[in-house]
Each structure stands twice: as C-alpha cells, then as structure tokens.
C-alpha cells in the first residue's frame, strides 16, 4: 500500500519534530524489511528555514498551508498559527495526493518500534474506509485522574460544541486520540470531517482557544462514533503521557509505569507546556533529547509553563 506519513509543526515546537523524525529514519532498514516504508511529509506551519533545510536531507518534503485556500470556517482566522496543524487534517488527501493511504502523527510523538507504522496499515487495509486510532483509556492511565472528573471534562466537551443530548450520548466513551490515525483516500470520513470542523467553529467561534484547541478532535470522535467509522488500537500505539505514570525501564525503553511495564510503541509527549518539564526529567525525549543542542533543549524549556 503506497501511504504517505504526515506531520506538522511550527518552530517552537520543531525539537519534538526531529524526534520523531529521527525515529523513523533510524529504524527505516527494519521498517523497510516489511516492504513498508511510507514517503515522510510535513506541513509547514511556521518553521524557520534551517529546520526546513534539515528535513529536506532527511528525504521530508514540505508543504506550505494556507486557511484561505481551503473550506475552512471565517472563525479560522482568528486562530493562532499553530492550530493549522489541526485543520489540515481532514484535508491531507488534498494536500498530498496520489497515495492509496494517510498516517497522521503529531509532531509530540517518537516511535519506539519499527512495527508501529505497519500495524497501522495493515488495520487500515483490513478496515477499509474506517479510521485506525487509540482510545485513551489504558490501565496506566486510570490512577492519575478519577473516572468522575474524565466525564465530566468529556462532558462539557460535547456540551460546549453541540448540545446535552449528545453530551449524555457520548460522553461515556473514550476520547479517541486524533493524534495518531490512518485513512485510505476514499474514505467518506476526509469530506465529513471537515464538514463538522466548520459546523463546530462555526457556531462556537467566540469560545476561548484553548477550549477550540479540542474541536477538531471532538468533532472526529462524534463521527466516528454516530457511524461506527473506526477500529481502536491498542492505546500502547498512541500512548498519552500526560495522563500516565511512564518511566524509563532498566532495558531504557519507556514503559507504562505500573507492572507489568509493557513498552510503549509510540510515546505521545502530549500537552507539553504543562508536562515538558516532567517529561526531559525523566527522560521520555527520543533518545532522552541526546540529538538536541543547548540551543534546541533550551527551546523546548522555553515551550513549558
């Protein structure tokens, strides 16, 4: 299957983005002996031209992305640049054609297996049109935040962006991470995706951004829900830090913290402003931030609340 596997960031958050390029061209010999290799792409968001320059030697082609030249709500442009990595993603077919299949990975992810973007397009290939993605919900996940005050949250989510009734209807289920996805092509999801996006914006525009910060994957979970369009994976492929107690095992892998220690597959370092201190203390950087500079560690510090 000819896929294409995505990206986008801005500079500040670029030090990330190298992780998880250099965890994919690191492990390219082993990937590539499953006859799976995807075509690396990144959308441009606001990087500076050094960083551009550094992933074009590492065989990543960039793409610039413009709001205006797209169906995207008029609220869109108030948003901060760095949304733009959300609101391209229902229009990756568009953006980059010619591939049979797309697999998203926010630039706040490293892979920690070469079987990771395999198991993805084999679920993809096998589930047709519906979309390969991971709940959060896994059992390291259950000690850090109550049941109680997950629902609640989820619940004012759909309240805030559609209404009681489809609050009460969804908000028992897991929030799938959007993080982290694959799609064929023809997927319906592409076109109605960006549909709710703009339904969404447009009718909540003037709520705060950092609740918008959560539309579009809010938007996504509706869908896949009301149409049954998706296939979970193993939340171990799309492992949200920030909810979690992870460490480093004595192997050096990073692990669910609690036993029996299963190893993450991708280590998603997610709402990193509030975490990233966390996480370079213990490490869960790719290769625990060994390919940074002073300058770039120093990025990333700068990045955290």
Same mark, same amino acid.
């Given at each position: 299957m000819q896929a294409a596997l995505v990206f986008a960031c801005d500079e500040a958050f670029m030090p990330l983005a190298k992780g998880l390029v250099l965890s994919v061209t690191d492990e390219s010999a082993r990937?590539? /002996?499953?006859?799976?290799?995807?075509d690396?792409?990144?959308?441009?968001?606001?990087?500076?031209? $050094?960083?551009?320059?550094?992933?074009? $030697?590492?065989?990543?082609?960039?793409? &610039?992305?413009? /709001? /205006?030249?797209?169906?995207?709500?008029?609220? &869109?442009?108030?948003?901060? /640049?760095? &949304?733009?990595? %959300?609101?391209?993603?229902?229009?990756?077919?568009?953006? #980059?054609?010619?591939?049979? &299949?797309?697999?998203?990975v926010d630039c706040d992810i490293w892979l920690q297996g070469h079987d990771v973007i395999k198991t993805y397009l084999d679920a993809v290939d096998a589930a047709q049109d519906k979309m390969i993605l991971a709940p959060e919900w896994h059992y390291g996940h259950a000690f850090s935040r109550s049941a109680r005050s997950a629902l609640a949250f989820t619940h004012q989510l759909y309240e805030r962006f559609y209404d009681e009734h489809t609050a009460e209807a969804y908000c028992g289920y897991p929030i799938l991470n959007s993080g982290f996805f694959a799609l064929r092509r023809s997927s319906s999801i592409w076109t109605a995706w960006l549909a709710e996006i703009a339904a969404v914006y447009g009718r909540c525009g003037s709520e705060p951004v950092s609740l918008l910060h959560l539309a579009e994957q809010t938007a996504l979970n509706k869908i896949?829900? $009301?149409? %049954?369009?998706?296939?979970? #994976?193993?939340?171990?492929?799309?492992?949200?830090?920030?909810?979690?107690?992870?460490?480093?095992? %004595?192997?050096?892998?990073?692990t669910v913290g609690y036993p029996p220690m299963p190893v993450l597959k991708a280590v998603h370092l997610v709402d990193f402003k509030r975490c990233g201190r966390q996480y370079m203390h213990k490490g869960l950087l790719y290769k625990r931030g060994a390919y940074l500079s002073a300058t770039e560690l120093g990025k990333l510090e700068a990045l955290c609340a």
């Open positions: 990937i590539a /002996r499953y006859g799976i290799m995807p690396l792409h990144f959308i441009d968001i606001g990087c500076d031209v $050094e960083s551009l320059r550094w992933l074009g $030697e590492r065989g990543v082609t960039v793409h &610039a992305f413009e /709001r /205006r030249d797209w169906d995207l709500p008029p609220h &869109a442009s108030n948003f901060p /640049r760095y &949304a733009d990595a %959300q609101l391209c993603r229902p229009l990756l077919p568009r953006l #980059i054609p010619g591939y049979e &299949a797309y697999v998203w896949l829900y $009301e149409h %049954q369009a998706f296939l979970p #994976i193993d939340p171990l492929y799309n492992y949200t830090c920030g909810f979690s107690a992870v460490l480093r095992g %004595q192997s050096g892998k990073v």
